[in-house]
């Protein structure tokens, strides 16, 4: 857990987010996650663990940092995992954006990758299954999905906060696109009441919340496009900050802030709150913030 937390930890109540702010985002991540109690909370020895990652992009600001990654999984390893698969295709040229992809090459080299499913990907049944309907979805109808977010022990979500033209914001809740086929991304835009209807999409993405909550989720806030989203290039910012928690609802709402973005304007955050999938007013939680 660290020094930093075990104190804070004995003597108030466990954090609901814990936010991280220094010039070192490995470092960052291990205080963020040792805030919540250590991985050790999360993984035990042997288990399977699926991370989902948003590193399909090229611009900085537009991926989340790799370093952010490699502490996840040195600590997901040394929490015992025995497996760790990357549930979105990582291409071997993310790594290369790291000083420390050389330190850790070998351990990196310890977790396998879905590789079929990286953008656009295509449905394959030893890959994707289908789905008919999520019970409690509102609007998300059937769909292809990963099987293995099915068979894994242990689901870590690590998204990067920045901006997305059609949704404001794309944080947790809507990085779990990344567990489906092109084809059933597209029904998010096509089968509302108008293409690329606001209230539709947001609704869809909250729904897709329902397939497999994330045990953990991580947000890379150090460094965020906040114009021009997804990819960019665009304007951008550097809160510095790496935010653990598990709630997506406030997750997004929480970091939506920290990248200068209002919460009330991410329409998903309303539907994913009203979908029981987490609170809406971060305020009422315990937070903890630290600056390194």
């Given at each position: 857990?660290?020094?930093l ?6 003597s108030?109540?466990?954090?609901d987010i814990v ?9 960052s991540t291990?205080h963020?996650?040792g ?8 993984v035990?020895?042997?288990?399977t ?20 990654v ?6 997901a390893f040394e929490?015992?995992?025995?497996d760790?698969?990357?549930l979105?295709?990582?291409v071997p ?11 850790y090459r ?5 977790t396998r990758t879905i590789?079929?499913n990286?953008f ?8 994707f299954?289908q ?7 509102l609007a ?6 990963v ?5 894994i022990?242990v689901?870590i979500?690590?998204p990067?906060?920045k901006?997305h033209?059609?949704?404001t914001?794309t ?13 059933s ?12 209807d606001?209230d ?7 729904d897709?919340?329902l397939?497999?909550?994330?045990d953990?989720i991580i947000?890379?806030?150090t ?11 665009g304007?951008t910012?550097a809160p ?5 928690g598990i ?13 200068g973005?209002f919460?009330?304007?991410v329409l998903s955050v309303?539907?994913g709150?009203?979908l029981?999938?987490?609170e ?9 913030e630290?600056?390194?």
């Amino acid at each position: 857990m660290g020094l930093l937390f075990a104190g804070l930890i004995a003597s108030a109540e466990k954090p609901d987010i814990v936010s991280v702010k220094g010039p070192d985002a490995f470092v960052s991540t291990q205080h963020a996650v040792g805030g919540l109690g250590g991985m050790e909370q999360f993984v035990r020895p042997g288990n399977t663990v699926g991370i989902l990652v948003n590193s399909g992009f090229r611009e900085k600001g537009a991926y989340v940092d790799p370093d952010v990654v490699i502490a996840a999984i040195k600590m997901a390893f040394e929490a015992g995992a025995d497996d760790i698969v990357f549930l979105q295709h990582i291409v071997p040229e993310y790594w290369e954006r790291t000083e420390l992809e050389p330190q850790y090459r070998e351990m990196i080299a310890r977790t396998r990758t879905i590789e079929i499913n990286q953008f656009p990907s295509e449905f394959h049944e030893d890959y994707f299954m289908q789905i008919e309907h999520l019970e409690g979805a509102l609007a998300l109808g059937e769909m292809e999905v990963v099987k293995e977010i099915f068979e894994i022990d242990v689901f870590i979500n690590i998204p990067i906060a920045k901006n997305h033209t059609l949704t404001t914001l794309t944080n947790s809740m809507k990085n779990l696109m990344g567990l489906k086929t092109r084809a059933s991304n597209v029904k998010f835009h096509l089968d509302g009441p108008d293409r690329n209807d606001p209230d539709y999409l947001a609704q869809s993405i909250a729904d897709l919340n329902l397939l497999r909550p994330a045990d953990l989720i991580i947000s890379d806030v150090t460094y965020s496009i906040i114009t021009n989203g997804p990819s960019g290039p665009g304007e951008t910012v550097a809160p510095g900050k790496v935010v653990a928690g598990i709630d997506p609802v406030a997750m997004d709402a929480y970091c939506a802030e920290l990248i200068g973005f209002f919460a009330e304007d991410v329409l998903s955050v309303e539907k994913g709150y009203l979908l029981g999938l987490g609170e809406k007013d971060y305020q009422k939680l315990t937070i903890v913030e630290v600056e390194l």
